[in-house]
């Protein structure tokens, strides 16, 4: 295997699933972690040609989806301000909270600007002096790197006019919070790949111990996918529990450390609040003291500020193995892209927004008529 589409052959996939079906015995439920990996299984329809046997439900790897409803509301409030280039990624946009969103900001002549990068919110803070530049810090172990390298190259170049709001949130304490829920269905995880990159697998062996419950790190493209249950089926048809890695190709077991050590330069770990779900401890980064200087929360002082999740919006339930998108009765009906009442309908790796995006609405129909 060289090149990517190789991973996209269709009778590679096909091939994968027959082994499946072969050595399966019994119903298994599986989480696959990340809503990269949501997205892909629901576009290519990998749920619908597994066995009957295996259940795929989608977990929370989703930093729009489980950005809380409290930072959108600081990130509101910052972002009106008539002195602030408020920056982020393009899907923070059109979140929803208390009935506004970023989009509707800039629509009343906010300066809210969408950037690919942290480091172009360094550039603008660097060509705006008279202005406060903050950068909406969203996201797992996969932009820690980034948003570590934006502070640190704001620090050097002295910038008195840059800050970040975190939200940042780390996969090891959410999977164990699904693992300890008296609710918990889960009996195998596809762990994400790219964190995993970053972050390598050293933290998992000790929590699949604990939990009895295998994990494999698994990649992104349909054949990456298959390969990742696989896996997991094998390993819980033959009762071992261990972390296995089907991503090879892409992520040791220590990753990349020089990354890890720049995260540990500036972050902290830290309690930290996800969207429908509740608090997680430890399971945030958060500012060392000694960058508090780049904290937007302190130097606009919207720490205080709290926010009711809404009671219509079931996405916690979802994004923790509990619910499927189309058991909402806002889906397609109250809640869509154009007008939604939750995270996971907007975000390009939401599990609502994909049931919807890929034509599973009839199964909302099917429950209607149930
Ligand atoms: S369909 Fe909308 S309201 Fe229902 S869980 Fe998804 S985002 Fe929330």
């Known amino acids: 295997m060289k090149y990517v589409n190789e991973y996209r052959d269709a009778d590679l996939v096909r091939g994968v699933i027959q082994e499946i079906r072969h050595i399966v015995t019994r119903p298994w439920t599986i989480m696959e972690i990340c809503g990269g990996q949501t997205h892909a299984i629901v576009r290519h329809g990998i749920d619908q040609l597994l066995p009957p046997q295996i259940e795929l439900v989608h977990g929370p790897g989703c930093p729009v989806c489980v950005t809380p409803s409290e930072l959108i509301d600081k990130a509101l409030t910052i972002a009106s301000r008539p002195d ?81 709001l975190i939200s940042h949130v780390r996969v090891p304490p959410a999977v164990r919070a699904i693992l300890s829920s008296p609710q918990n269905r889960v009996q195998g995880f596809l762990l994400a790949g790219h964190v995993n990159a970053v972050m390598g697998y050293w933290e998992y062996p000790a929590l699949a111990e604990q939990f009895k419950v295998p994990m494999v790190v698994t990649g992104f493209e349909p054949l990456d996918i298959v390969q990742g249950i696989l896996k997991t089926v094998q390993l819980l048809e033959a009762g071992r529990v261990e972390v296995a890695n089907a991503y090879s190709r892409t992520v040791t077991l220590e990753g990349n450390q020089a990354a890890q050590k720049t995260i540990g330069r500036v972050f902290l770990e830290c309690d930290r609040k996800w969207r429908g779900i509740g608090e997680i401890p430890m399971s945030g980064w958060g500012l060392r003291p000694e960058f508090d200087e780049f ?28 619910k499927k998108p189309h058991q909402c009765s806002a889906f397609v009906t109250s809640c869509t892209p154009e007008n939604p009442l939750g995270a996971t309908m907007v975000s390009s790796e939401g599990a609502c927004a994909a049931y919807y995006r890929y034509g599973r609405v009839e199964l909302q129909q099917q429950v209607e008529h149930a």
């Open 84 to 164: 602030v280039i408020f920056c982020s990624y393009g899907d923070m946009l059109r979140v929803p909270s208390s009935g506004r969103d970023l989009f509707s900001v800039k629509a009343q002549g906010g300066d809210v600007r969408v950037v690919y990068s942290p480091l172009d919110a360094v550039k603008l803070a660097q060509q705006n002096p008279d202005k406060q530049v903050v950068f909406f810090a969203i996201g797992f172990e996969t932009t820690a790197p980034p948003n570590v390298m934006s502070i640190l190259q704001a620090q050097r170049l002295g910038l008195k006019n840059y800050s970040v």
């Open 295 to 322: 904290n937007a929360e302190k130097r606009f002082h919207v720490e205080a500020l709290k926010t009711e999740e809404s009671p219509l919006c079931i996405a916690g339930q979802i994004l923790q193995g509990l």
